[in-house]
């Protein structure tokens, strides 16, 4: 979305849409940034999908039939520039990734809320608002634990309910390599994924995707406050084990993430944050299971989901990609991870992913990158 901005000159900021807007009333410049990003060295793309859903669409006011519309080509547009970058560098097909990019609930609401995880009822404990106490976590207790039994069954009804519009088209579902649930800012909309990923195999053949669940860390910190403690943040080991546990409290199954990690983060928060999700891992992964590392961070800039503006950070590229390639170095060396995607994400253009492909020649084991 950032990208569209800074490059292509097309407002997405104002409006619920975001870089979904674009795919219905400038359907090229999805195409032509696409293909800014595989040019730098982009092995992995992401579809301009992050911020879809039948809320979203509404609220811009188009119909269930415009969002399935728009949800469906953005993979077309997607898969359309991937082939066309293969036909004109002779890469083939299979060595570009595409991934169906989705956000949590909260990019849905406005202001969106990814960094506060403020979600209104059924969803959490109450709305954002201007003024006053913002809570995210509901009351230690037993009506504490139905209502967040409540919250869960909706956030995976969502997120369902998202993942069948995909999956209805063969054409579109055949063309998605990998699933990416990004910005995730709480526990619970963790849980529900996992459900939701769960029951999408369950009920429809050929269901089953890789896929990534990702967290951020503004200011270093995870969005979700402790129950009955309104003060005090979730740790990366709360994280680490919403993302593997077994079963939930009411006997759900839940799929297990074939890679997690973090996305619109500042870099400078990331080396802390590999050692402690690595120190997690082994209390709840067995010998044979090896998550992948998922790592694309912010690229330094700041921004005001108030306002929707950005102000201005000291991120350069080399330094940036100079950082994400030594984290990648270390992860490699480290017995959990299966490998390692390395990325960028707001404020990431084209040039900072051309550094980051170069820096990654120095790898020993290359990671993916997009």
């Given at each position: 979305g950032t990208t569209l901005e800074d490059i292509f000159h097309v407002d997405v900021s104002h409006t619920a849409l975001w870089s979904a807007k674009p795919i219905l009333e400038q359907p090229q410049v999805i195409i032509d940034a696409h293909l800014a990003f595989l040019r730098a060295g982009a092995d992995l793309l992401s579809t301009a999908t992050y911020q879809c859903s039948y809320r979203t669409f509404e609220r811009a006011g188009y119909s269930d039939a415009d969002a399935r519309t728009a949800m469906t080509r953005a993979v077309r547009l997607a898969d359309e520039a991937r082939r066309k970058y293969c036909e004109e560098s002779g890469k083939a097909?299979?060595?570009?990734?595409?991934?169906?990019?989705?956000?949590?609930?909260g990019a849905?609401?406005?202001?969106?809320?990814?960094?506060?995880?403020?979600?209104?009822?059924?969803?959490?404990?109450?709305?954002?608002?201007?003024?006053?106490?913002?809570?995210?976590?509901f009351p230690a207790?037993?009506?504490?634990?139905e209502a967040e039994s409540r919250a869960v069954q909706a956030l995976v009804d969502f997120h369902l309910e998202r993942l069948h519009v995909f999956a209805a088209d063969e054409e579109v579902w055949h063309a998605i390599d990998i699933i990416a649930f990004e910005t995730i800012p709480l526990l619970r909309e963790i849980t529900a994924v996992r459900v939701a990923m769960a029951k999408l195999v369950a009920g429809v053949a050929d269901g089953r995707k890789a896929w990534w669940l990702s967290v951020l860390f503004p200011d270093g910190k995870f969005p979700e406050k402790r129950r009955g403690e309104p003060s005090v943040s979730r740790e990366v080991g709360d994280i680490v084990r919403s993302a593997f546990a077994g079963r939930t409290s009411v006997g759900d199954e839940m799929a297990v993430p074939d890679g997690v990690g973090v996305n619109c983060t500042d870099v400078s928060h990331?080396?802390?944050l590999v050692e402690a999700l690595e120190d997690a891992l082994p209390s709840y992964i067995g010998d044979s299971v090896r998550p992948w590392l998922v790592l694309y961070p912010n690229g330094g800039d700041v921004y005001d989901p108030v306002s929707r503006t950005w102000k201005e950070g000291s991120g350069k590229e080399e330094t940036w990609a100079d950082k994400l390639v030594d984290l990648a170095t270390r992860a490699h060396k480290a017995t959990v991870w299966g490998g390692v995607v390395l990325g960028g994400?707001?404020?990431?253009?084209?040039?900072?992913?051309?550094?980051l492909a170069e820096k990654r020649l120095s790898?020993?084991?290359?990671?993916?990158?997009f």
């Amino acid at each position: 979305g950032t990208t569209l901005e800074d490059i292509f000159h097309v407002d997405v900021s104002h409006t619920a849409l975001w870089s979904a807007k674009p795919i219905l009333e400038q359907p090229q410049v999805i195409i032509d940034a696409h293909l800014a990003f595989l040019r730098a060295g982009a092995d992995l793309l992401s579809t301009a999908t992050y911020q879809c859903s039948y809320r979203t669409f509404e609220r811009a006011g188009y119909s269930d039939a415009d969002a399935r519309t728009a949800m469906t080509r953005a993979v077309r547009l997607a898969d359309e520039a991937r082939r066309k970058y293969c036909e004109e560098s002779g890469k083939a097909l299979s060595d570009i990734k595409l991934v169906l990019s989705l956000g949590p609930f909260g990019a849905t609401l406005s202001p969106a809320q990814e960094y506060d995880g403020c979600y209104p009822p059924p969803f959490g404990p109450q709305a954002y608002c201007t003024s006053g106490e913002n809570i995210n976590a509901f009351p230690a207790g037993p009506e504490g634990d139905e209502a967040e039994s409540r919250a869960v069954q909706a956030l995976v009804d969502f997120h369902l309910e998202r993942l069948h519009v995909f999956a209805a088209d063969e054409e579109v579902w055949h063309a998605i390599d990998i699933i990416a649930f990004e910005t995730i800012p709480l526990l619970r909309e963790i849980t529900a994924v996992r459900v939701a990923m769960a029951k999408l195999v369950a009920g429809v053949a050929d269901g089953r995707k890789a896929w990534w669940l990702s967290v951020l860390f503004p200011d270093g910190k995870f969005p979700e406050k402790r129950r009955g403690e309104p003060s005090v943040s979730r740790e990366v080991g709360d994280i680490v084990r919403s993302a593997f546990a077994g079963r939930t409290s009411v006997g759900d199954e839940m799929a297990v993430p074939d890679g997690v990690g973090v996305n619109c983060t500042d870099v400078s928060h990331y080396s802390g944050l590999v050692e402690a999700l690595e120190d997690a891992l082994p209390s709840y992964i067995g010998d044979s299971v090896r998550p992948w590392l998922v790592l694309y961070p912010n690229g330094g800039d700041v921004y005001d989901p108030v306002s929707r503006t950005w102000k201005e950070g000291s991120g350069k590229e080399e330094t940036w990609a100079d950082k994400l390639v030594d984290l990648a170095t270390r992860a490699h060396k480290a017995t959990v991870w299966g490998g390692v995607v390395l990325g960028g994400c707001c404020r990431c253009g084209p040039d900072k992913i051309r550094m980051l492909a170069e820096k990654r020649l120095s790898l020993v084991s290359c990671a993916s990158l997009f």
